[in-house]
């Protein structure tokens, strides 16, 4: 299973801060399944990170 980390565009009321979700998938198509789930879920969807790109969903999410 790899964890994707789903970015939104909604920020969170006490921090500022981008909201950030976790996504678990086994298949290759993983990043696709994540979006598509948030979508799905109702997430406002800024982007949608792999395995080795946690650092940068982690910056984008406190930037201002």
Known sequence: MKKYII?????????????????????????????KAAVACGINVLGVFGPKERSAAFSLSLAR
């Open 7 to 35: 970015v939104s565009n909604d920020r969170c009321e006490m921090t500022g801060d981008r909201k950030m979700w976790q996504f678990f998938a086994a298949s290759k198509r993983g990043k696709m399944q994540a979006q």
